[in-house]
């Protein structure tokens, strides 16, 4: 029998040209790809750190600097007056009234007319009243214990118009007379007390003298 003789298998092949113009459509459309992702990795996406939100504002300036302190403000000291305890018979009492005048004695129904008493009354101090029973003229005593710048109020509106008295005690006393509209005060800064003596029979300082020396007798 004869031998069979086989043809070798015959693969099939594919040239180069047809392999380079295969693979050269695969380049291309992988630069293609390629150049989309970077694209894509590159771009902001919406919502990102790099895209402002919507609604999204820009800090004030100054916005993330500590708050500095506010500073208190300083109070204005006030005028005030610290209370009286003392009645008319304590300030100037009936054998003091006598001594001076006779004549003299409480005035019933009594209010203060002259500004020195009105200014007492107004800071916690006393004031008093005496009436003559036979030319009905009176006399006003105000006693007033005042803060420092009350104190210095009242030593301004003494000297508004009148004149420092050296005769009515001697330092730390100071002592201060004026006349207005017929009416004499004394007026006298005694240790923490502020004493005040009007009355239409004061013409002088020397006319007050009796009753100032009385009345800061009993201040101590």
């Not at 790099?50 to 600097?65: L, Q």
């Amino acid at each position: 029998m004869p031998a069979l003789v086989t043809s070798p298998r015959i693969r099939p092949s594919v040239s180069r040209n047809s392999r380079r113009r295969v693979a050269a459509p695969l380049a291309a459309g992988l630069l293609v790809l390629l150049a989309l992702t970077a694209c894509s990795t590159d771009s902001p996406k919406p919502g990102s750190s790099t895209t402002p939100s919507a609604g999204a504002t820009a800090p004030a300036p100054g916005a993330t600097d500590a708050p500095g302190e506010t500073p208190t403000p300083t109070p204005t000291p006030e005028a005030i007056g610290t209370p009286v305890a003392l009645t008319c018979d304590q300030i100037l009492t009936p054998d003091d009234v006598y001594a001076y005048n006779p004549n003299y004695g409480v005035a019933p129904d009594f209010e203060p007319t002259s500004a020195a008493a009105q200014t007492a009354v107004k800071y916690d101090g006393v004031a008093c009243g005496w009436l003559n029973q036979t030319s009905d003229a009176t006399f006003e005593v105000s006693v007033t214990q005042p803060n420092d710048v009350l104190q210095a109020t009242l030593i301004d509106q003494a000297l508004l118009g009148g004149k420092a008295v050296p005769t009515y005690g001697t330092t730390p006393i100071e002592g201060f007379f004026a006349s207005s509209g017929g009416v004499g005060t004394a007026q006298v800064l005694s240790g923490a007390h502020w004493v005040s003596v009007s009355s239409t029979e004061f013409a002088e300082p020397g006319d007050a003298q009796t009753l100032v020396a009385s009345v800061l007798s009993h201040l101590g």
